[in-house]
């Protein structure tokens, strides 16, 4: 379920991105790359969860991994200057 909200989410020609991009008023294309970074971050994130709770057979320490590695990104990319 999560790659396909990813999917939706990202993907140019999906319905809910091109009413999010009129709605916001921007160019539909400007919206798909802006969102890119943020889903795919938190993808990579669930996939280091999937893969930790399929080995360990428990959500738990996946959800604990899961929380600190978006901590450690958010820290991170906050701590970027934009150019």
């Known amino acids: 379920m999560a790659g396909s ?3 939706d989410h990202c ?11 009129t709605g916001a008023e921007c160019q539909h294309i400007k919206h798909v790359e802006t969102q890119l970074p943020y889903a795919t971050l938190v993808a990579v ?3 280091v969860g999937y893969l ?3 080995f360990t057979r ?10 600190a590695l978006l901590i450690a990104a958010v ?3 906050s701590g970027r200057k934009a150019e």
């Not at 993907?11 to 991009?21: F, G, N, R, Y």
């Open 52 to 54: 930790i709770s399929g």
């Open 45 to 47: 994130v669930c996939a």
């Open 5 to 7: 909200v990813y999917g």
């Open 11 to 21: 993907s140019p020609i999906s319905d809910t991105t091109i009413l999010a991009s």
């Open 58 to 67: 428990t959500p738990w320490i996946s959800i604990v991994v899961g929380i």
């Open 75 to 77: 820290t991170v990319l």
